[in-house]
């Protein structure tokens, strides 16, 4: 079997980059190691920036999106019983963002992609990348105990943070750079009306707390957790009481309770790789980096990638041209590095360090004071909220 361009992973990454491509008439298959039903059972993000609602019109798949996804101007801070509202919209010159589940958005694209008949296929095993260094590369896997091989002229790698594109690449030829944070999110998804119209992203003694919501009569809870701890650890009960007394009581006041359809732990990362291009691979999404969820960046970090790499692949088809792809690498990374600087500032300040003392609790507080009394200060936290410019 013979394809341009063979996409290894069908999260965001992968899905969006399918789609505009076969919008530019480049021919893409994709290999998915799970089942479409699995991929459409994880919950994770649901913030997305103006630029990430824009590739998804571009790929023809904004529809439900821009039907269903809940416009916010604006989200706040709390810490120290205040509550402080970031003016999106007015400190941005009107810009917003989308609230809009990941999984929502996997599952307009994989719809998309199943209504023009483009190839996908799931519960792909021992997906494996050979000869990307030289101008023949071939991705090998086994589907229900036969072996196949695609012959291609790129590889996207959009396979994630444990996938085997990374993975396959020698290690005197990536440099990686992390972070590791000494604990989790738990997140705890429920229908019951948001406690708040917008996101509230509240410092507290005890820890972290996230109020998100995925529509009005759906909520996204989260709470900073040790990572020694296992979600069976936290009974709904205990989850809503830990929650409520890291909001301030105005807030807690509002918390409706109700049964989670979901809730899992989820550790904090900062994670890149470089460089995000070897040969004919390419490395796109989670696969080449990984931000803490704090600030939302994770998902709109991987449309960027896709938009740079889209880009590169149908200027080479299209017009014979190599800059894009020959400038791929710099240029994702250099909106990832700010991101991830974005996202490791919002992680500082916002968390419980207990190893880090008193001293350290002072500068978060001064931080968020700052935020709170500077224009300045809200600026930056809007413009980087909102999205940097691709
Ligand atoms: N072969 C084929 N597919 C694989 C392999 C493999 N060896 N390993 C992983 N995959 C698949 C996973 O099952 C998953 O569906 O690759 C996909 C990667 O998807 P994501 O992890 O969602 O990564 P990405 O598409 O880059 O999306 C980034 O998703 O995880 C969030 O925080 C992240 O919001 C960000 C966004
Ligand atoms: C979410 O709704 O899942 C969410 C929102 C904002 C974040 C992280 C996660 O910063």
């Known amino acids: 079997m013979r394809h341009q361009v063979c996409i290894i992973g069908a999260g965001p990454s992968g899905l969006l980059l399918g789609q505009l491509l076969a919008k530019a008439g480049v021919d893409a298959v994709i290999l998915e190691a799970r089942s479409a039903d699995y991929v459409l059972s994880r919950i994770r993000a649901g913030v997305l920036e103006s630029g990430f609602v824009d590739l ?3 790929a023809g798949c904004a529809g439900r999106l821009e039907q269903e996804g809940l416009v916010h101007g604006g989200f706040s801070l709390a810490f120290d019983g205040r509550i402080e509202r970031i003016d999106l919209q007015g ?3 009107g810009k917003s963002v989308v609230v809009y589940g990941q999984t929502e958005v996997t599952r307009d ?5 199943a209504a023009i008949g483009a190839p996908i296929v799931y519960e792909a095993e021992d997906v494996a990348l050979h000869d990307f260094d030289g101008s023949h590369p071939r991705v090998t896997y086994r589907k229900d105990g036969a072996s196949h091989e695609i012959a291609c002229d790129f590889i996207a790698g959009c396979d994630g943070f444990h996938g085997a594109s990374r993975r396959s690449v020698p290690e005197r030829a990536i440099a990686s750079f992390e972070r590791v944070y000494g604990f989790g999110w738990l997140g705890l998804l429920a229908d019951v009306p948001p406690a708040s119209e917008e996101l509230i992203y509240a410092r507290h003694m005890h ?3 996230l109020a998100s919501m995925r529509s009005h009569t759906r909520s996204r809870y989260y709470i900073q957790v040790p990572l020694s701890d296992q979600v069976g650890d936290w009974p709904d009960d205990r989850f809503y009481d830990a929650f409520r007394r890291r909001l301030p ?3 807690a006041e509002r918390v409706v309770t109700g049964p989670s359809l979901e809730k899992s732990i989820a550790p904090l990362r900062s994670f890149v790789a470089e460089p995000l291009r070897f040969g004919r691979l390419f ?8 931000v803490p969820p704090t600030g939302a960046k994770g998902l709109n970090l991987a449309a960027s990638d896709v938009h740079y790499l889209a880009s590169g692949l149908i200027e080479h088809y299209a017009e014979g041209s190599d800059a894009g792809i020959d400038g791929y690498s710099a240029r994702a990374l250099a909106r990832i590095w700010k991101a991830e600087r974005f996202s490791w500032w919002m992680t500082s300040m916002l968390h419980l360090f207990p190893e880090a003392g008193g001293f350290s609790a002072r500068m978060q507080l001064a931080e968020l004071d700052y935020i709170a009394t500077s224009k300045a200060a809200a600026i930056t936290v809007a413009e980087n909220y909102v999205g940097l410019p691709y």
């Open 56 to 58: 998804m019109r571009e």
């Open 91 to 93: 400190l941005t010159g």
């Open 109 to 113: 694209l994989m719809e998309a992609r």
């Open 207 to 209: 820890g972290f707390a």
């Open 249 to 251: 009581d105005e807030v």
């Open 283 to 290: 490395l796109a999404g989670d696969a080449g980096h990984i």
